[in-house]
C-alpha cells in the first residue's frame, strides 16, 4: 500500500498540469509542485488557503454555486483565472473529479495553463475584427465607385451648362451682376462637389493620383471655410501661411485628404473646444537632422503643421498611431484608417512625417514634402478664339446619359467640330456605317448599356481603320482597367470635364499617330 501511494506520488508531482484537492468547504486538502510553482506559494501556504483564495476576485464571488456543482455532477470543467502570490493572473482550464479523500468525499481538480491558447485565440479575434474592418471598408469602396459615376455625370452636366450659360451671359452683363454671381456660386459648389468626391475615392483608394505643382497655401485657403464647418463653433481654427512658401508636387487631393484627416482627429481630441492651429512655412533640413531621422532626405523642405490643444496622447498610443485599424476611439467613431492613410500619403510623396503630444497638453503633427522649384499649376485662360480648342473634324459622340452627350456636343460644335451623337454602341455603329464622309475620332463612354467602349472602339476601327478614340467615364480607375483602358493614359478623360478639358483630349487624341 505504501509503495503504491508512493509511486502515485512520483506520477503526480512529474506532471505539468497543477493538481488540488479541496474539500466541501474548499480547503485545500494537498497539492502537487507544479502547482507551488505556479502560483509562487509554498506547500505550507497553499494548505493554509480555500481553493476560492486562488481564484481572480470576480471569480471567487460564483465559488461556492461552482462547488456546489462539482460534487453534484461528479465530473465538472471550466475554465476561470488563477491569482499568483505577486499578483499576476494565469488563464486555466480546470477539470474535477469526486474522489474518496481520506474516507470524506473530496474534489480533485487538474488544472492546465491556458495562456498560450487565449493568446491564440485574441489574436484570431484581432485578425477576424480587422478581417470585418477591411471587408466592410472595401464594400465602403464599391459604393464609393458606383456612387462617383453617377455623381460625376451629374456634375458634368451641372458645371457644363454653367460655363455655357456664363458665355452667354458675359457678353451682356457686368462683371459685378448678381445673376453671374450666382453663377460662380454654382461653379463653386460643383468643384467642391467634385473635390469632394475625389477625397472618397481617394479614401477607398479607388483614385487614380495625379501629380501637379501646388501651392498648399492655395488648398487650405480654399478649404478653410469647410473646414470651419467641420470642427465645432467652440473650436478656433488658425491659418499662418507663410508669404513666401515654396511649392511642392503632390496631388490636390491627396493634400486634401490629409489636412481633412488631422482635423477631423484634432477636432475628436478637444470635445470641450480648444485651439487647432494649420500652419506653413519652408523648412530645410540640414544633414543633421537626417542622421537623427533615417526616414527624411536633406534639402529644401516645406512644412505643413497642424497643432492642437486637446487630449494628448500616451507614449503608448504614440507607438501605434499609424498602424491600420488603431483607434482608441469607440468603435461607432473610428475605423483607424485615418492616420494610417495619411503616412501612406505622405511617403508616397517622399515626404516626412513627425508628431508630438502629451497627455493633457495637446499634439502636433509635423508634415515635410520636398520642395519644387518651379511655377504652380493654373488653368489656361479658356478663350473662344483659342486656336488649340478649334478643329473642323467629324466627331461621334457615344453617351447613354442625355445632359452629358448634349453637353459634349455643344462643346465641340462650339468649337468647329461636326458632331454626331448616338445614345447607344448599336445606335453609334448604324450611325457609321451609314456617314458616307469620314468619322475622324469616337468619343465614347467606357460603360455602355449594350456594349463597353472599348469593344465599340475596337468595332469601328474594323471598318475605319483611321479612327482615333477619346474614352470618357465616371467610374472609378479600377473598374476603367478592367475593361481594358489605363486610367493613365492619354485616350481617357475623366468625368466631370469642363469645356476645355473636353477640347484639349479631343484635340490630343486628333493628333495621335
Keep these: 500500500m505504501l509503495q503504491s501511494e508512493e509511486r502515485l506520488r512520483i506520477l503526480v508531482e512529474g506532471i505539468d498540469d497543477a493538481l488540488f484537492v479541496y474539500d466541501t468547504a474548499g480547503r485545500i486538502l494537498d497539492c502537487n509542485e507544479s502547482a507551488c510553482s505556479w502560483l509562487g506559494h509554498t506547500r505550507e501556504e497553499l494548505l493554509a488557503l480555500r481553493i476560492q483564495d486562488i481564484d481572480a476576485p470576480a471569480l471567487a464571488k460564483g465559488f461556492e454555486e461552482r462547488l456546489r456543482r462539482q460534487f453534484a455532477h461528479g465530473r465538472y470543467s471550466y475554465e476561470g483565472l488563477h491569482v499568483t502570490k505577486d499578483g499576476r493572473r494565469i488563464p486555466v482550464h480546470i477539470n474535477t473529479t469526486v474522489i474518496d479523500y481520506q474516507g470524506d468525499k473530496a474534489i480533485l481538480a487538474v488544472v492546465r495553463d491556458i495562456t498560450d491558447r487565449k493568446r491564440a485565440e485574441d489574436e484570431k479575434r484581432e485578425l477576424e475584427s480587422r478581417l470585418r474592418r477591411a471587408q466592410k471598408m472595401e464594400a465602403i469602396g464599391q459604393l464609393v ?143 543633421s537632422y537626417v542622421v537623427r531621422h533615417s526616414e527624411a532626405c536633406p534639402g529644401p523642405l516645406v512644412l505643413l503643421t497642424a497643432t492642437d490643444t486637446g487630449c494628448g496622447m500616451s507614449t503608448e498610443t504614440l507607438e501605434r498611431i499609424f498602424e491600420p485599424f488603431f483607434t482608441t476611439k469607440p468603435n461607432h467613431l473610428g475605423t483607424g484608417l485615418g492616420l494610417a492613410t495619411v503616412y501612406g500619403i505622405v511617403k508616397q510623396m517622399e515626404g516626412h512625417i513627425k508628431v508630438a503630444s502629451e497627455l493633457e497638453h495637446g499634439t502636433t503633427f509635423e508634415i515635410y514634402l520636398p520642395a519644387v522649384d518651379a511655377e504652380a499649376s493654373r488653368p489656361s485662360p479658356d478663350l473662344p478664339g483659342d486656336p488649340s480648342l478649334i478643329g473642323s473634324e467629324t466627331v461621334l459622340v457615344c453617351e447613354d446619359e442625355e445632359a452629358v452627350r448634349e453637353l459634349a456636343a455643344r462643346f465641340l460644335q462650339g468649337a468647329g467640330y461636326t458632331v454626331l451623337t448616338a445614345e447607344t454602341a448599336v445606335q453609334a455603329i448604324k450611325i457609321s456605317a451609314a456617314h458616307t464622309t469620314p468619322i475622324h475620332l469616337l468619343v465614347t463612354d467606357l460603360i455602355l448599356p449594350d456594349m463597353n467602349g472599348k469593344k465599340l472602339a475596337d468595332t469601328l476601327h474594323a471598318t475605319n481603320p483611321h479612327l482615333k478614340t477619346l474614352f470618357v467615364s465616371g467610374y472609378t480607375p479600377d473598374v476603367i482597367a478592367y475593361h481594358g483602358v489605363s486610367a493613365a493614359g492619354a485616350d481617357l478623360l475623366e468625368k466631370p470635364f469642363n469645356r476645355r478639358g473636353l477640347l484639349q483630349r479631343v484635340r490630343s487624341a486628333l493628333q495621335m499617330r
Excluded at 149 to 172: K, P
Excluded at 234 to 263: F, P, T
Design 145 to 287: 465607385g458606383g456612387v462617383a459615376h453617377d455623381f460625376n455625370n451629374i456634375l458634368t452636366a451641372i458645371m457644363g451648362n454653367v460655363e455655357l450659360l456664363r458665355g452667354h451671359l458675359s457678353q451682356e452683363l457686368m462683371g459685378d451682376d448678381p445673376r453671374l454671381i450666382h453663377l460662380d456660386q454654382i461653379e463653386q459648389a460643383s468643384l467642391r462637389a467634385a473635390s469632394l468626391t475625389r477625397q472618397m475615392l481617394a479614401f477607398s483608394r479607388r483614385q487614380a493620383v495625379k501629380r501637379e505643382i501646388l501651392n498648399l497655401n492655395h488648398i487650405l485657403t480654399e478649404m478653410e471655410k469647410m473646414l470651419r464647418r467641420l470642427i465645432s463653433k467652440d473650436i478656433l481654427l488658425e491659418l499662418k501661411l507663410a508669404s513666401d512658401l515654396a511649392l511642392v508636387h503632390a496631388d490636390a487631393g491627396q493634400i486634401e485628404q490629409v489636412v481633412m484627416n488631422l482635423v477631423v482627429n484634432a477636432r475628436d481630441a478637444m470635445p470641450d473646444g480648444g485651439r487647432l492651429t494649420l500652419e506653413t512655412k519652408n523648412a530645410p533640413l540640414g544633414d
